[in-house]
């Protein structure tokens, strides 16, 4: 078991300028993370081979890992656009591979929809679309050793049951899941559930925490947005929301699992506070717990 963080945590200082990616890596070893996730928001290394060289210089140097990389996609595109995302995707995997990194995750749908696309209509409408693109991923990443995966994200492919049907129609080894603890909420799957279901297909694991209030209770100004059902959800450093952090955990570990632990932290406190707070209650508690 290994508690690192996603870089989108600390989006907000890369968009700032106040960090670069390198400044991200060295304040997450210096923070007591063991990994990094890359998600190229803030900076890009697809079109930038000399940064995604002085990233890995600087994970090694630092002594952490880098554990995945995550970006959107999108397969449901007519034939030369679907074709076009495609070979955009391969050359994420190509930089994958010069990063030294195992995992990539990849979405499959837009992640901005409107209410009629989140259906299941709208999922069994395109998933030959889904299946096929994420294959193709697939199959080109396994050349490198690369596992590639779908997170329940997206308000789509976000439940436990819509992500086990593509696993299953995609059909690949080396096709599996990046588990978010919190994302089922944003489709008021209960977490617990969606944990439970989908841990044994996991490759990477994400943690988050939200605040969670009901359709018919407005809450106000701040970062609340809306789920599916309209209730609304708001990003809190994890242990400090209403997710059953706890038992999660001990579903995670005894369930087997053993890899990466990667908090990813969107609340409205510094980020920083909230990134570190979340590594060391994610530490402190998959050691607690039994």
Request: proline letters at 1%; zero cysteines.
């Given at each position: 078991m290994k508690v690192g963080l996603s870089t989108y945590s600390l989006?907000?200082?890369?968009?700032?300028?106040?960090?670069?990616v390198l400044d991200?890596?060295?304040?997450?070893?210096?923070?007591?993370?063991?990994?990094?996730?890359?998600?190229?928001?803030?900076?890009?290394?697809?079109?930038?081979?000399?940064?995604?060289?002085?990233?890995?210089?600087?994970?090694?140097?630092?002594?952490i890992e880098l554990s995945a990389y995550s970006l959107p996609a999108n397969f449901v595109q007519a034939e030369e656009?679907?074709?076009?995302?495609?070979?955009r995707l391969k050359k994420h995997v190509d930089i994958v591979n010069r990063l030294g990194i195992k995992i990539m995750r990849h979405d499959v749908t837009a992640f901005t929809l409107p209410p009629e696309h989140m259906t299941i209509h709208y999922f069994d409408e395109h998933l030959?679309?889904?299946?096929?693109?994420?294959?193709?991923?697939?199959?080109?990443a396994s050349q490198y050793g690369i596992t590639t995966t779908i997170e329940n994200h997206g308000f789509n492919v976000q439940s436990s049951d819509r992500v086990q049907r593509l696993l299953r129609e995609v059909n690949r080894d080396n096709f599996k899941t990046t588990l978010d603890v919190g994302n089922f909420l944003c489709i008021d799957e209960d977490p617990l559930?969606?944990?439970k279901k989908n841990i044994k297909y996991a490759?990477?694991?994400h943690f988050k925490d939200f605040y969670i209030r009901p359709y018919y209770e407005n809450p106000g100004d701040g970062v609340w947005f809306r789920t599916v059902n309209e209730n609304y959800l708001r990003g809190a450093i994890v242990g400090h929301g209403d997710l059953?952090?706890?038992?999660?955990?001990?579903?995670?570990?005894?369930?087997?699992?053993?890899?990466?632990?990667?908090?990813?932290?969107e609340g409205m406190e510094d980020c920083k506070v909230g990134s570190k707070i979340g590594m060391d209650n994610v530490r402190r508690l998959w050691?607690?717990?039994k």
């Open positions: 989006v907000r200082e890369l968009r700032e300028e106040s960090m670069n991200v890596i060295q304040w997450v070893a210096d923070n007591g993370g063991e990994h990094v996730e890359l998600v190229p928001y803030g900076y890009s290394v697809v079109d930038n081979i000399e940064l995604a060289d002085q990233i890995k210089e600087k994970a090694a140097e630092v002594g656009a679907f074709n076009e995302e495609v070979e030959e679309k889904l299946v096929l693109g994420s294959q193709l991923i697939a199959d080109y559930v969606g944990v490759s990477t694991v059953n952090i706890r038992e999660i955990i001990r579903i995670v570990k005894n369930s087997g699992y053993d890899g990466y632990l990667t908090v990813e932290f050691h607690e717990i």
